[in-house]
Structures are given as structure tokens and as C-alpha cells.
């Protein structure tokens, strides 16, 4: 299906594992993810108990990975780097242990295995800079001689886009709904608030009568302290990781230096209208523009480059991409 947005022609492709209604609440559940079966089923005219059943089927699939919830641990105090790492005299074994390390490690937050330019990204949650320290001393003086390249940069900012490419009907309303983490005063905070947050990162859907009793304190309680840290933007949404290879779609990282910085934000205002943009990150250190995107193969990756190329004549100096292969770990709340 081929639709006009924003004076741009994009494609959407069928997904053939999946009809409209399962996309439809798979779009709901990336909205807010804690909201009511009934909820979804009012907006999308269909009974409560099929949307039960298929939100469990699309779980039993492995089509749902998880629902997480979003949360902005720079206010809190903390800071992410990411480390890009190529690998060298290694096999199977050693690779899969080494990514069983990072993903146990309580720093983490995001692992992935990736084919292209790197083999492996981690992402990590610190205090300051002494804990990063410490922490990849720990690691080189396990793994040290299996690393070959080694990539460092600071997150600032991270945009998350809605799911648009589950729909047919892509509006700009859509686009212009998203969570940014990073960026904004660090707000108070207790060991009860931390506990929230980590039983929320763990499970969205989870009921607050469950987190009150875990907690040995009321369910009006956890209301209120849940109400305050959205109004404080810590908890920032609801979604959903979906397992994008079973519904045919690659992840792929888009990085771009530019020959004129000043024209970054025309750039970055023209593609987050394409539907299959799911995060710009904002970043010390790596490429002038970041972009994620879910797209069918590696044609479709390189329509868009080109279509930013011809958008934006003379704009580009050079671009990479490489694609994200599996994500072992999504944890948006530090367990530190």
C-alpha cells in the first residue's frame, strides 16, 4: 500500500503473520500498554474477551516480547553510555558468554547483537563517570583480548517514536506523539519511588494491588507516587517490545554526518514523518543524526537513505548502517 504523507510516497508493507485487528492492538498496547483489555476494546469496536485472547496469542507467538514501561532515568541522577565492540579470536562459546555477562550485569540496560560495522552494543546506566570506569575495568580484565574495536559515546536525548508502520492510516497527529528521555531537571526521590519504577520497567500491565503488597503499603499509596512520577515526567508511557523479525521487519541503525549541522533539525523534522522511524538518538561523540528504523530488507533501508539524499541536496557527507540482529535486554530502570 502506497500513501502520500508530508509531500513523501511511503510504503506500507502487509505483514503477513498477522491480520488488521491483531496490528491494531498491537499499535494500542505500544500507545499505552497499561491500559484496560476493556479500554482496547472499546476503541477498536471488538469484544473484550477476543481481545484477551488474541493479546495472549500474539504473547504465546513470542510476537509480544514484553511490555515495559518508558522512564527517564537521567532524572533520577544516572547517565548511559553506549559501547559499540567488534570481536576478534572468539567463537560461539565465548561470544554467547560474554553477551550472558553484559546482559546480567546491573549497569545494563540495552544489549544487542548486530551485523555490520559492529558485532555487539551495550548500553548502560552509571552514577558518574567512576562507575563507568570501574565497570569496563571489570570487563576488560575478563574479555579484553576478544575485543578488537572499542566505540564510546554519551546519550543525551532518546526519541521514541509509536509503532505507525502496525497501521494503514498514518496521520501527522501520530507522528507528533512521542517520548524523549534525557534532557530536564532531576527530581526527589526514595528507595519506595525506586521500587515502583523497577516493578514497572519489569512489567507495565502489572496490577498496583500486586506492587502494594509486594511493598507492604496501600494501593492508594502506589497510586499517588505512580500519578506524582508521571506528572514529573519520570515515567514517561507504556509500551511494548515486539519481536520485529517474526512480523518480517529488520531493525537497522542509520548514522549520518552532515556538511552543514545547522540544517540538522530540517532533516530530522522531514524523516520522523516516515512510519518506520522508531528512535532518533542523540548522542556525544558518534554520528551528527542517529536513526533507527523497523524496515522489510536491506532495499528498503537503502530507499530511505536516498531518499534523504534527494530531499536534501548536497546535505549528507557520509552515512553507515548496520542492522540489529536480537535484543537480549531492555531494562529503562537502573537495578542500582
Excluded: C
Excluded at 576478544?146 to 501520530?174: A, C, E, G, P
Excluded at 507528533?176 to 525506586?194: L, R, S
Excluded at 503499603?217 to 514529573?232: A, E, F, V
Amino acid at each position: 500500500m502506497v500513501k502520500n504523507i508530508n509531500n513523501y510516497t511511503y510504503t506500507f508493507y502487509n505483514m503477513e503473520n498477522i491480520d488488521k485487528i491483531d496490528r491494531k492492538i498491537l499499535y494500542q498496547l505500544d500507545l499505552n500498554s497499561r491500559q484496560s483489555f476493556s479500554q482496547i476494546s472499546r476503541k477498536l469496536g471488538q469484544p473484550k474477551t477476543k481481545i484477551s485472547y488474541r493479546i495472549k496469542q500474539l504473547q504465546k507467538k513470542g510476537i509480544i516480547k514484553n511490555f515495559y514501561t518508558v522512564i527517564d532515568s537521567f532524572k533520577l541522577g544516572y547517565i548511559s553510555f553506549r559501547i559499540y565492540l567488534t570481536f576478534e579470536n572468539i567463537n560461539q562459546r565465548i561470544q554467547n558468554e560474554i553477551i550472558q555477562y553484559f546482559v546480567d550485569d546491573i549497569y545494563t540496560w540495552w544489549v544487542g547483537k548486530t551485523e555490520g560495522r559492529f558485532d555487539i552494543v551495550i548500553v548502560l546506566w552509571v552514577k558518574n563517570i567512576n562507575d563507568f570506569y570501574a565497570f569496563w575495568e571489570k570487563t576488560l580484565s575478563k574479555y579484553r583480548k576478544y575485543f578488537d574495536k572499542q566505540i564510546f559515546s554519551v546519550y543525551t536525548q532518546l526519541h521514541h517514536y509509536r509503532y505507525s508502520f502496525l497501521l494503514d492510516d498514518l496521520n501527522k497527529v501520530d507522528r507528533n506523539k512521542f517520548e524523549i528521555t534525557g534532557g530536564g531537571k532531576f527530581v526527589n526521590y526514595d528507595d519506595i519511588d525506586m521500587k515502583i519504577l523497577r516493578f514497572l520497567a519489569d512489567n507495565s500491565r502489572i496490577e498496583t494491588i500486586k506492587i502494594a503488597k509486594k511493598l507492604g503499603i496501600t494501593s492508594k499509596t502506589i497510586q499517588k507516587r505512580i500519578k506524582r512520577l508521571k506528572n514529573l515526567n519520570v515515567i514517561l508511557g507504556y509500551r511494548i517490545q515486539i519481536d520485529y523479525s517474526k512480523l518480517d521487519y529488520v531493525y537497522y541503525k542509520l548514522d549520518i554526518d552532515l556538511n552543514d549541522y545547522s540544517k540538522k533539525n530540517s532533516l530530522i523534522s522531514y524523516i520522523k514523518y516516515n512510519p518506520h522511524l522508531i528512535f532518533i538518538d542523540k548522542t556525544t561523540g558518534m554520528a551528527d543524526v542517529e536513526l533507527e528504523f523497523y524496515v522489510k530488507n536491506l532495499q528498503h533501508i537503502l530507499e530511505i537513505i536516498n531518499d534523504i539524499i534527494d530531499s536534501f541536496p548536497n546535505l549528507v557527507k557520509k552515512y553507515h548502517y548496520f542492522y540489529i540482529k536480537k535484543i537480549y535486554k531492555v531494562q529503562y530502570m537502573p537495578l542500582h
